[in-house]
């Protein structure tokens, strides 16, 4: 009885850890630029590496400012909060929209050869949106008590 409980709690907080997976995805790189050799005359190991939050707030070569991302988690940590089936839902089609249309999902023609590629960052937030949407279905709703505790103490009387 006491695993079953346990068990349940777990999975109910699953849906919370996808959207905890997005908000730290949104912090990771989501572009990396490799720069070959001449990285290494700059000192940066790899290349350069740009987050989402780079993306929404500076302007950059990459572009204008896409303000619009920060709304991926914002409602990712509005879903957390709320923590039920169609907060979940809402938000996790909300998060992805947003990250698909104005994020840098499509990479332009050319640009793997340049070598530029998608980081892990934007899978980790793709995945987190994946997860809110399929593990969110299995949250149970928190109902009232029909009043079974005074139904009880009624009938004693």
Not at 28 to 38: C, E, F, S
Not at 97 to 106: A, S, T
Not at 136 to 144: L, R
Request: charged share 10%.
């Amino acid at each position: 009885m006491v695993a079953n409980i346990t068990k349940g709690k777990i999975m109910q907080n699953i849906p919370r850890a996808c959207a905890a997976l997005v908000l730290i995805g949104f912090f990771l790189p989501w572009i990396t630029v490799n720069l070959g050799g001449l990285g290494a005359l700059l000192g940066s190991e790899g290349g350069l590496n740009m987050s989402g939050y780079q993306f929404a707030t500076a302007k950059g070569p990459m572009g204008e400012a896409q303000y619009a991302l920060l709304f991926a988690p914002i409602v990712a940590i509005a879903a957390a909060a709320v923590h039920s089936r169609k907060g979940y839902a809402t938000c996790a089609i909300l998060a992805a929209v947003v990250i698909l249309l104005v994020g840098p999902v499509f990479l332009k023609d050319g640009a793997a050869a340049m070598g530029v590629e998608r980081g892990y960052g934007v899978y980790m937030c793709f995945a987190g949106c994946f997860g809110m949407l399929i593990f969110g279905s299995s949250v149970t709703e928190s109902e009232p008590d029909s009043g079974s505790i005074d139904a009880s103490s009624e009938d004693s009387v």
